[in-house]
């Protein structure tokens, strides 16, 4: 089963060791019913288990007593102490429904729910429960299981023919040891690995390791996050007790419905402020995810979780798919930090005024200091308790060697991890697999092993068919040659403008892929070396002309060499502003035919450095032979009398004509880009970057020079600054602000000048930070001072997305402004609202245009959801 990206998966992974004997039964609630996944703890092993869905369980203990705990949320706890010999001990449990007491909390001030005094908190420890664990150890399963419901008709011949079916379920399972090491330190080892197909994926998502202690979890806001309140509304619902704890149970329901909120049920532990359990909902782009969590308390020192289950169900392009995970954990070890109290006692100041003034009171006239009464264990307000948190991870940051690293894992796989036998599996489980997760595992052995023969008798390994086929010339395919080199026949493809007519692209490529282990640290990645080359032929129909490129490419992690050379057509902007296959459809169904192009004989050669985590250069050198071109062909589907084509000849207001003679350029760039507070994530010692943890500061230079018979003299200095600012879930700003100049000495053609991303057509292709949406192409193009200044504002909740049913269908809404200042531009402003995520898939613009001012025009625009992706690959 290939990677699932679960958002909230807080999946943990395990192993149980098999001895003679054990416990083994039913679970029932008082009415007689089973209870599935009910959730099995053993105190002396620190261990979890769960029951089935027909509420039976198994679990496999060396000879020895044993206190075995049964847990259900809704129903009373359960303990049974247990002699266990050399055999199964058989029980039966019957659980009777939780009594919940109302009277357990007292409200001493206002009307104020008696939740928010035991969330305020919660909320004031949680930052405490992340610092409180030095380093613990665990071992942990988990069981992923995955059906797909259904599919859209066109797609069923493609899936069938892969193996993929309704009634198919895809199932993986996986044993690992962890290590946590405070702060921010996970290591996983895999000692065993069950899957079908060739996957080789064990760790479920980068939420391996999430807490609800956190702010925020997979871009949901916690429910002990500082700014839950601002987020959620929270009702008591009760007191009970589980074992010798009082346990609150709160609803939580969010403030505004959507997606990146929960909404359910938390359960605190009394006086220890703490998860007891939890029971919540949350949706990630109309995927609906249900999270039940158990926690108990090790060694009597901290509450972490024991079992945990996922259900995510979800519907996207006509594909509808189920999914649920079960993690189980054992053998806890664990090393508290010796710098923070074990006992306190937490005071809300803001209903609890009179103790709260009392304890400053006490305190202030004994002159004790907070953290003595922290070691010994007194009274402390929230205010209190935020403040030596806050006070302590700042000391913590100061010291560390490498404070950018924000978090760092290791991940290895065991070389027998997926050599283990079903002897083993069935004494590692700590649920026994379903008939149905059974078959599932049997049908996918049959299709793995069928595809593993079809490709041992096959030395030509195509990605779709059994060798080279005829037809693979005008559908295209992709060939294995060797084990790090393939061949690709890319799908022809091509459009229609009117200087080519219609056109056809043909391309071919060759991989090349080194890869080369450290002997030293055989655990870092291995360094990756790739060499691509690729012949480009384009044939013009109406021109009947011929032309073509040459690329070759070559890449580490941090280097990046290109050459590329030929005779090919090119938008005057580089940028290419217009994408061909929207050009297409404005020229034949509009007669806009708004693409601009000439043509240029070339030899490009670029290189691009990271030359350190925080600094990368690049530098780019062109000599070309440029060429004017007209139209070749006056072809259109719809023929509208007042309009007619224009010219192959962009509008400037700054050049009179934009007409040239043949001429040569020789033309260099060096640029720079910086990310000066660029925070990474560690990964097997690989550095990983945090996505607008810094500002992009970029600095270009580019020159055009008189040697080699060029044409052409002059000089350019870009400067720019691009940043990314998260308000939690309610809203992302995003800032564009560029600004450069030309120097004096001038010899260019209108190709050299400073272009902008404007646009004439319904649809937007390109970012839509830093483009314009009404913008003429080339009107205000440049050769003197300009700047550009790009707003865009992502907003959870506005208008139309106060409508709870909106803002579940995924949709939000964007706030932006587009400025740009050149000599001719006259203050050109742009003011825009737009509709994002209609259908998941799509973004709707509305945009008004100003001239000093003055209004100039409106337009509405199409483009692809923000949250997909704002370009299109050629």
């Known amino acids: 089963m290939k990677k699932t990206p679960w958002i909230l998966l807080l999946a943990l992974t395990s192993s149980f060791a098999a001895f003679a004997g054990g416990v083994r039964g039913t679970i029932r609630g008082d009415d007689g019913n089973p209870l599935a996944f009910a959730t099995i703890y053993v105190r002396q092993t620190e261990s979890g288990a769960v029951s089935d869905a027909d509420g039976n369980f198994e679990v496999t203990l060396a000879p020895g007593h044993y206190d075995i705990v049964f847990h259900y949320l809704g129903f009373e706890t359960y303990s049974q102490a247990v002699d266990v010999g050399t055999d199964f001990i058989s029980l039966k449990i019957a659980l009777k429904a939780q009594v919940i007491q109302l009277q357990a909390v007292t409200v001493k001030a206002g009307k104020e729910d008696p939740a928010y005094t035991i969330m305020r908190k919660a909320i004031a420890k949680a930052k405490y429960h992340t610092q409180q664990i030095d380093k613990y150890t665990a071992k942990v399963y988990i069981k992923g299981k995955g059906q797909l419901k259904d599919y859209p008709w066109l797609a069923k011949k493609a899936l069938e023919k892969e193996g993929i079916t309704k009634d198919r379920v895809f199932i993986q399972e996986s044993v690992s040891e962890i290590t946590y090491t405070r702060p921010n330190k996970f290591d996983e080892k895999v000692i065993a690995v069950y899957t079908n197909g060739n996957s080789r994926n064990t760790s479920p998502n980068a939420y391996v390791f999430g807490s609800l202690y956190e702010p925020e979890i ?115 070890k664990i090393t508290l930090n010796p710098a923070l109290p074990m006992e306190m006692t937490v005071i809300d100041e803001t209903v609890q005024k009179e103790q709260a003034k009392q304890v400053e009171k006490k305190y202030s006239k004994k002159g004790q200091q907070l953290q003595e009464r922290l070691e010994a264990g007194k009274e402390v307000t929230r205010k209190e308790l935020n403040q030596m948190t806050r006070e302590y991870e700042k000391a913590e940051r100061e010291e560390q060697k490498a404070p950018e690293v924000i978090e760092e894992t290791t991940f290895k796989v065991d070389s027998m991890a997926y050599k283990k036998d079903s002897t083993f599996w069935s004494e590692m489980r700590p649920v026994q697999l379903t008939k149905e997760e059974v078959r599932g595992y049997k049908v996918n052995d049959s299709i793995s092993e069928v595809q593993k023969r079809r ?117 005057y902007n580089g940028d290419e502003p217009i994408h061909p296959l929207v050009n297409t459809l404005t020229t034949l169904f509009l007669e806009d035919n708004l693409m601009k192009l000439y043509e240029r004989e070339y030899v490009d050669f670029r290189w691009r450095e990271q030359v350190s985590k925080f600094v990368t250069t690049y530098t780019q050198w062109t000599w070309s032979h440029r060429s004017e071109l007209a139209n070749a062909s006056s072809i259109t589907w719809v023929d509208y009398k007042e309009k007619d084509y224009t010219p192959n000849a962009p509008v400037n207001a700054e050049l009179g004509s934009t007409s040239f003679q043949p001429n040569n350029a020789f033309v260099g760039v060096i640029g720079i880009e910086a990310r000066p507070w660029q925070k990474f994530r560690m990964r097997n010692g690989n550095r990983q970057r945090v996505s607008n943890s810094s500002p992009l500061l970029t600095a270009e230079y580019r020159r055009g020079f008189g040697a080699l018979n060029s044409d052409v003299s002059f000089e350019m200095l870009e400067l720019g600054v691009r940043q990314q600012v998260k308000f939690g879930i309610r ?7 560029k600004g450069g100049t030309f120097f004096s000495g001038q010899r260019m053609f209108f190709m050299d000048y400073k272009h902008f991303l404007g646009n004439k057509t319904p649809f937007v292709t390109t970012d839509p930070v830093g483009s314009f949406r009404l913008l003429d192409y080339y009107a205000y193009s440049t050769h003197d001072k300009y700047f550009t200044a790009n707003v865009h504002y992502h907003l959870r909740k506005f208008l139309i997305t106060r409508i709870t049913y909106v803002r579940l269908a995924g949709i939000t809404e964007n706030l932006f402004v587009n ?36 209004y100039q025009a409106m337009g509405f625009r199409i483009g692809i959801s923000s949250s997909l992706g704002s370009t299109f690959d050629d």
């Open 218 to 332: 997979g871009e949901t806001v916690s429910p002990l996050s500082p700014k839950a309140f601002s987020y959620y509304r929270f009702t008591y619902e009760g007191t009970f007790k589980d074992r010798t704890y009082y346990i609150s149970k709160i609803k939580v329901t969010p403030r505004s419905k959507g997606d990146n909120v929960f909404d359910g049920t938390i359960y605190i532990v009394e006086d220890w402020w703490s998860i007891h359990s939890t029971d919540l909902n949350v949706t990630k782009l109309g995927i609906k995810f249900h999270v039940k969590q158990i926690y108990n308390p090790i060694e009597d020192k901290a509450w972490l979780p024991v079992s945990q289950q996922f259900y995510v169900e979800g519907r996207i392009f006509g594909f509808e798919f189920v999914a649920d995970y079960l993690a189980t954990v054992k053998d806890y």
């Open 455 to 571: 490709e041992e008798g096959d030395s030509l390994k195509p990605s779709k068919n059994k060798g080279f086929q005829p037809w693979d010339i005008l559908i295209g395919d992709r060939y294995k040659l060797g084990k790090t080199s393939n061949l690709e026949i890319h799908t022809p493809w091509g459009g229609f403008n009117t200087v080519e007519g219609w056109n056809l692209i043909y391309r071919m490529s060759f991989y090349k892929r080194w890869v080369k282990k450290d002997s030293l640290n055989p655990d870092l990645r291995p360094k990756t070396y790739r060499l691509q080359i690729s012949p480009i032929a384009r044939y013009a129909f109406s021109r009947k002309v011929l032309s073509g490129i040459m690329r070759v490419d070559f890449r580490t992690q941090t280097r990046r060499f290109t050459l590329e050379g030929g005779k090919y057509i090119h938008q």
């Open 731 to 737: 809203g992302t700003l995003d800032v564009l602000v």
């Open 819 to 854: 400025y740009l200042a050149s000599p001719t531009s006259n203050n050109y402003t742009e003011l825009g609202y737009g509709l994002d995520g209609i259908l998941r898939v799509f973004r709707l613009e509305f945009a008004t245009a100003f001239q000093q001012g003055t």
